[in-house]
T-cell receptor, first 110, second 112 residues
Framework: RKEVEQDPGPFNVPEGATVAFNCTYS??????FFWYRQDCRKEPKLLMS???SGNEDGRFTAQLNRASQYISLLIRDSKLSDSATYLC???????????FGRGTSLIVHP | DADVTQTPRNRITKTGKRIMLECSQT?????MYWYRQDPGLGLQLIYY???????NKGEISDGYSVSRQAQAKFSLSLESAIPNQTALYFC???????????FGSGTRLTVV
């Protein structure tokens, strides 16, 4: 089992739709979680950290489910500009390096 | 100016040539990383460094070497480039690993 798994998609949604992605992780000692956004051929950019109690930033909501070992990203009112690949990142406590998922592709169409 | 700068942005080189990719940062972060990204494979860690005297191999270090010349500079070398090293290379930095990671714009390397 891969350490961090994501559905590669693509998720193809119309503007205004709500879409959610999950990311599962295998290491129960994981302590830090992030969602990154990557546009085609560009560098990944931090979208948001994921906190234990869940957190929201505008149209984006991130949640952590430790019992089932997954994090989620919910995007409400999708915009064309949300089209990108979304990477989840997990770091175990005591580990020095993060583990990146392969990403989930989102395509928002008019 | 970008917080993390990579040079060159694009490079085409021939098989067997030695090539160096450079990364410099103005964030004052201690930790620096080199990743490669291939389509469908995600980011793979090549090397990482937590300070000037600390160098560690990542999951795919064979065929690569690095040098941490200063806190702000971390370079990646391909000693003898081969075609399957054609990829997009990213440098990244972080302060303590708890916060996020800041990436450079990437170097697109093609080995012919």
């Amino acid at each position: 089992r891969k350490e961090v798994e994501q559905d590669p998609g693509p998720f193809n949604v119309p503007e205004g739709a709500t879409v959610a992605f999950n990311c599962t992780y295998s290491n129960s000692a994981s302590q830090s979680f992030f969602w990154y956004r990557q546009d085609c051929r560009k560098e990944p950019k931090l979208l948001m950290s994921v906190y234990s109690s869940g957190n929201e930033d505008g149209r984006f909501t991130a949640q952590l489910n430790r019992a089932s070992q997954y994090i989620s990203l919910l995007i409400r009112d999708s915009k064309l500009s949300d089209s990108a690949t979304y990477l989840c990142v997990v770091k175990a406590g005591g580990s020095y390096i993060p583990t990146f998922g392969r990403g989930t592709s989102l395509i928002v169409h008019p | 100016d970008a917080d993390v700068t990579q040079t060159p942005r694009n490079r085409i080189t021939k098989t067997g040539k030695r090539i160096m990719l450079e990364c410099s940062q103005t964030k004052g972060h201690d930790r620096m990383y080199w990743y490669r990204q291939d389509p469908g494979l995600g980011l793979q860690l090549i090397y990482y460094s937590f300070d000037v005297k600390d160098i560690n191999k990542g999951e795919i270090s064979d065929g690569y070497s690095v040098s941490r010349q200063a806190q702000a500079k971390f370079s990646l070398s391909l000693e003898s480039a081969i075609p399957n090293q054609t990829a997009l290379y990213f440098c990244a930095t972080s302060q303590d690993g708890v916060g996020g990671y800041t990436f450079g714009s990437g170097t697109r390397l093609t080995v012919v």
